[in-house]
């Protein structure tokens, strides 16, 4: 199955800067895109690649090096512990979701098929998109739509849901469309669409907490002058991984010793974000939006 395309696959890769006895953590596995080429960097060493979908276990690589862990990056500790790791040269993780959960209808990650509103990344899990529009308050509603989908008219999409979902459940992404089509603006309907379901879809699989979980718990398990790769592909990842580099801090405030220095477990590799280039951007359209950070364990 053709899972996703890598995006920034050179880039990301060297920046892990792999040692061939190393440990390594592949932290959204996917199609396995980015575990091959590290694996290609290996001799003894050790991947662990970790993906809550189960629709990737079909692409599962065959390799003794290679440990695979079914489930949400946000288990990162426990599971090293299991297999007696306690320490970790690199990981890299690729955010949000991947060309396979956009082309899968029945997923519901995409305004551009009919199916129901899921957009559940790991679909063992209970609570779906159907669930949030149709029992969140419209505070809560509002909340989510001007955080997580950075909408000017959070209020007005919020009321259109509250309002529609009183004659009847909204259970299809028709549905959803339908209550929402009239306050969409004609010259960018498809942006802003996106930007809808992206609020919806950060709050089904909890992205931010988890993201911010993940990066503290990698954080500790690195070695020093081990590798953190992170690409991500909206404004409020990219602002999450740039602060936690920054400053240490998710908020982005930066703490310094009597001599100035800044306090931070990491430091940047990159001095500005990693994007692809044009010729990228022509094959593989959904590079776009991707921005590669890159740093180094103290």
Known sequence: MEYHQPVLLNESINGLDIKPEGIYVDATYGGGGHSKEILKRLKKGKLIGFDQDEDTTSNVLEDNRFIFVNHNFRFLKNF?????????????????VSSHHFDTPKRGFSFRFNGNLDMRMNTNADFTAQDMVNSYSFEELTLILREYGELDNAKIVA???????????????????DAITDCLPRKNENQYLAK?????????????????EMLLQATELLKSQGRLVIISYHSLEDRTVKNFIRSGQFEGE???DVFGNINRPLDPVNRRVIVPDENEIIINSRARSAKLRIAVKR
Do not use: C, H, M, W
């Open 80 to 96: 090293l512990k299991y297999y007696k790791i306690s320490s970790i040269d690199g990981l890299i993780a690729d955010l949000g």
């Open 254 to 256: 930066v703490e310094t």
């Open 196 to 212: 809808i379901f992206q609020a919806l879809r950060i709050e089904v699989n909890s992205e931010i907490k988890y993201l911010k």
């Open 159 to 177: 009321r259109k849901i509250v309002d529609a979902r009183k004659e009847k459940p909204l259970v299809e992404i028709r549905d959803l469309l």
